[in-house]
C-alpha cells in the first residue's frame, strides 16, 4: 500500500512539461561548482532569493532548479514566484540550460543581452513581468529554442527580424506589448511555427505576404493591431490552419477567395475591421464551431448555407449591413449556443425552425426590420441566459412561454409594437437581472406577480400604457439599481413603499400621474445618480427631504413644475434641472437655497454643456466647442459635492435621453438665460 502512495505522489509533483525537463531525483547531485557562485549571483538581483541558490547545494534541494547527473543545471522555473527584482546578466554563463521559465515573477529591466549565448535553450518565457526597452535581436541565435513567450511584458519598439532566424521555433507569443512596427517579413522563415500570437499591440503597416509560406500554422492571432491593410490572399496557403483571429486590426476590402480553401478551420473572427462586399462562401467551413464577422460593412444577404455549418457553436454577424429574411437552415445548427444578428437590416419574420436551437444561451436579433409576432414556441429554448429582440417592427403579446426561461439573465423586447401585459408567468424568472420592455403599447397594470423576481437590477417599462396603481410588490425588488416607469399612465399616490429600493441609483417617475405627499420617501435612496419626477396637476403639497442628511435642507413646494432644460456636466453626467417655481418663490426657500450653494464658495468652477447660467452673479469663461467654464463668485458655490452622484432632489433630475436640447423652434441652438427676480425670490427662464 505504501508503494502505491509512494507513487501517487511523484506523480502529482511531476512538472507541467515532462518532455522539456525531468526533476532531479534519487542520489543527493551537488550543483557545479562553477555554476554555484553564478547562481548566488542571480539570487542577489532578486528581492526573494530562492531558496538553495547559494552554491555548493544539493540541486533537488534549490528552488526551480533541474540539474544533469554531473549538477549541471538544465532548467529553471520559477514561474509564478514574485521575485521582484531585475533578470541578471549572470543567467547567460548558464550555457547548460535548456529551460527557461520567469513567467509572472514581478521581473523589471531589460531583458539580457547575454541571453544569447543560452544556445541549448529550448523554452523561454519572460512573460507576464514589467520589461523596460525593446526586445534584442540576440535572441535570434538562440538556435534551439522552440517555444518563445515573452507576452505581457510592456516590451515597446520594434519587432527584431531576427527572430525569422530561429529555425526549430514552434510557438511564439509576443502579444499584449507596446510593439509598434510591422510585422517583420522575416517572420515568413519560420517554418516549423505552429503557433504565432502578436495580438494587442500597435503594429501597423501590411500583413506580410510571406505569413503564407508558414504552412505548419494551426493557430494565427493578430487582433487588435493597427494594420490598416487588406487580408492577404497567401493566407489561403495556410491549410493547416484550425484558428485565424485579425479582429480589431482596421483591415479592409474583401474577404480572398482563397480563404475558403482554410477548410479546417474551427475559428475564425474577422470581427472589428472595415471589411465590405458579400459574406464568404459560409458552407466552405464545414468544421467552424466560431465565426465572428462582426462590426464590419459586409453587405447583401446570407445564404442557407450557414445552415450546414453543423458543429457551429458561436456565430455574430452583427453590425453589418445585411439585408433580406432572417437565413433558411439556422434550426439545423443544434449545437449553436450564440447566434446575434442584431444591427443589421433583416426583415420578416422570424425562422419558424429558430425553436430548434433548444442549445441556444445568448440570442440577439436587435435593430433590425423583423415584424410578426414572437412564436409561443420559443419558449422550448429553455437554456437562453439572454435574449434581446429591441428595436424591431414585432407586434402581439409577449408569450407566456417565456416563463420556462429559468436560466434567463437579460431580457429586453423594448421599441417595438408589442400589446398586453407582462406575463404572470415571469413570476418564475427568478434568476432575470435586466427586465427591458419600455416603448411598446402594452396597456394593462402590473402584475403583482412581478414581487418574484427578486434577482431583478434593472427594470424599464417606460413609454408604454401601463394604468391602475403602482404595484406595492416593487418594493420587493430590494436589489433594484435602476427603476424607469415614465411615460405611463399609472394613477395613485405617490408610492411611498420605494423607500425601500435602497440600492437605486436611477429613478424616473415622470409623466404619470402619481399624486400626493412625498414624505421621506426619496431622503431614503441616498445611492441616487439620477432623480426625474414631473408632476402635472397642483392636487396637493409634497414635502421632501434631501437624501443627504449633512446639508439641512428641508423644502415645501407644489407639484406644478417648471423644467429649465439647464444640462450640467457634474462629474461626467449630463444632467438637466428641473425647478419648482412656486418653491422658489418661498422666502425660507430661499435662505436655504443660498445657503447650501454659499457652503462650496470658491471651491471650483464646473462646466456646463452647451446652455449656461448668465444670471445669478455668475461669471463666465466660454471654453473650446459648446464647452463652458464657469467661475463663482461670493453670492455662489458649486452645489455640493454630489458625492460624487447627482444629489440634486429639490428640483429633480432627468434622465440623459430626456433632457431638453437648448434648440428652438428651427432647430437652431440658442442660450438661457437664468435669474433671480427683483425681490431674489423666484426663478425665471428665458431660452
Not at 549538477?71 to 514566484?81: E, K, R
Not at 404595484?471 to 427603476?483: D, F, G, R
Not at 392636487?539 to 413644475?561: E, N
Request: glycine residues 8%; hydrophobic residues 40%.
Amino acid at each position: 500500500m505504501m508503494q502505491y502512495l509512494l507513487l501517487l505522489t511523484a506523480l502529482l509533483a511531476a512538472p507541467l512539461f515532462p518532455n522539456l525537463y525531468v526533476q532531479a531525483a534519487g542520489p543527493v547531485v551537488p550543483i557545479d561548482a562553477l555554476q554555484g557562485p553564478v547562481l548566488a549571483a542571480c539570487s542577489g538581483a532578486w528581492g526573494m532569493a530562492p531558496a538553495g541558490w547559494s552554491g555548493g547545494g544539493d540541486c533537488s534541494q534549490a528552488q526551480g532548479l533541474t540539474c544533469d547527473s554531473n549538477g549541471m543545471v538544465v532548467a529553471i522555473d520559477l514561474s509564478n514566484t514574485p521575485l521582484d527584482g531585475r533578470i541578471p546578466q549572470e543567467i547567460g554563463s548558464l550555457t547548460t540550460l535548456t529551460l527557461l521559465n520567469l513567467a509572472n515573477c514581478s521581473l523589471s529591466g531589460y531583458i539580457p543581452i547575454s541571453f544569447s549565448a543560452l544556445t541549448s535553450l529550448s523554452l523561454l518565457d519572460l512573460s507576464h513581468n514589467s520589461l523596460w526597452g525593446t526586445t534584442p535581436s540576440e535572441l535570434g541565435l538562440l538556435k534551439n529554442l522552440r517555444r518563445l513567450d515573452l507576452s505581457g511584458s510592456s516590451l515597446h519598439g520594434s519587432i527584431p527580424s531576427g527572430l525569422g532566424m530561429l529555425p526549430k521555433l514552434r510557438f511564439m507569443d509576443l502579444s499584449s506589448n507596446y510593439f509598434n512596427s510591422s510585422i517583420p517579413v522575416s517572420l515568413g522563415r519560420l517554418n516549423t511555427l505552429t503557433a504565432l500570437d502578436l495580438s494587442s499591440n500597435s503594429l501597423g503597416g501590411r500583413v506580410p505576404w510571406s505569413i503564407g509560406l508558414l504552412t505548419r500554422l494551426n493557430d494565427i492571432n493578430l487582433s487588435t493591431n493597427s494594420l490598416s491593410s487588406s487580408i492577404p490572399s497567401s493566407l489561403g496557403l495556410l491549410t493547416r490552419l484550425t484558428s485565424l483571429n485579425l479582429s480589431g486590426c482596421s483591415l479592409m476590402g474583401t474577404v480572398p477567395g482563397m480563404l475558403s480553401y482554410l477548410t479546417g478551420l474551427y475559428a475564425l473572427d474577422l470581427s472589428s475591421n472595415a471589411l465590405n462586399g458579400t459574406l464568404p462562401k459560409l458552407r466552405k467551413y464545414s468544421r467552424l464551431a466560431h465565426l465572428d464577422l462582426s462590426a464590419n460593412s459586409f453587405q447583401g444577404t446570407v445564404s442557407g448555407g450557414v445552415g450546414k455549418l453543423s458543429l457551429l457553436q458561436h456565430l455574430d454577424l452583427s453590425v453589418n449591413q445585411l439585408n433580406g429574411t432572417l437565413p433558411k437552415g439556422l434550426g439545423r445548427i443544434s449545437l449553436l449556443s450564440h447566434l446575434d444578428l442584431s444591427m443589421n437590416s433583416f426583415n420578416g419574420n422570424l425562422p419558424e425552425d429558430l425553436d430548434q436551437l433548444t442549445a441556444l444561451t445568448n440570442l440577439n436579433l436587435a435593430s433590425n426590420t423583423i415584424n410578426g409576432t414572437i412564436p409561443d414556441s420559443l419558449g422550448n429554448l429553455t437554456n437562453l441566459r439572454s435574449l434581446n429582440f429591441s428595436t424591431n417592427l414585432l407586434n402581439g403579446s409577449i408569450p407566456a412561454s417565456f416563463g420556462d426561461f429559468s436560466h434567463l439573465l437579460y431580457f429586453d423586447v423594448s421599441y417595438n409594437g408589442l400589446n398586453g401585459s407582462l406575463p404572470v408567468s415571469f413570476s418564475r424568472l427568478s434568476a432575470l437581472k435586466h427586465l427591458q420592455v419600455a416603448n411598446n403599447q402594452l396597456n394593462q397594470t402590473l402584475p403583482a406577480s412581478i414581487s418574484s423576481l427578486i434577482s431583478l437590477t434593472n427594470l424599464n417599462i417606460s413609454i408604454n400604457f401601463i394604468n391602475g396603481t403602482f404595484p406595492a410588490a416593487i418594493s420587493s425588488l430590494t436589489n433594484l439599481v435602476a427603476l424607469d416607469v415614465h411615460f405611463n399612465s399609472m394613477n395613485c399616490s405617490f408610492p411611498s413603499y420605494i423607500s425601500t429600493l435602497t440600492k437605486l441609483t436611477w429613478l424616473d417617475m415622470s409623466d404619470n400621474k402619481f399624486w400626493g405627499p412625498l414624505g421621506e420617501t426619496i431622503g431614503t435612496l441616498t445611492d441616487l445618480e439620477f432623480l426625474c419626477i414631473h408632476y402635472e396637476t397642483s392636487r396637493d403639497r409634497m414635502c421632501i427631504d434631501a437624501p443627504d442628511a449633512g446639508i439641512d435642507f428641508y423644502t415645501t413646494f407644489y407639484l406644478r413644475m417648471v423644467d429649465l432644460h439647464t444640462v450640467l456636466v457634474m462629474e461626467g453626467y449630463d444632467v438637466s434641472f428641473v425647478a419648482v417655481q412656486e418653491a422658489m418663490t418661498d422666502n425660507n426657500y430661499n435662505d436655504k437655497f443660498k445657503r447650501v450653494w454659499t457652503q462650496w464658495k470658491n471651491e471650483r468652477g464646473f462646466l456646463i454643456k452647451r446652455r449656461v447660467l448668465t444670471e445669478l452673479g455668475v461669471k463666465v469663461k466660454w471654453a473650446r466647442g459648446s464647452k463652458i467654464h464657469v467661475d463663482l463668485d461670493d453670492k455662489m458655490a458649486l452645489w455640493h459635492d454630489f458625492k460624487p452622484r447627482v444629489r440634486q432632489v429639490c428640483a429633480g433630475v432627468a434622465s440623459p435621453h430626456r433632457s431638453g436640447q437648448g434648440t428652438d423652434t428651427t432647430g437652431t441652438e440658442v442660450e438661457p438665460s437664468i435669474g433671480v427676480g427683483s425681490g431674489g425670490k423666484g426663478l425665471s427662464a428665458s431660452f
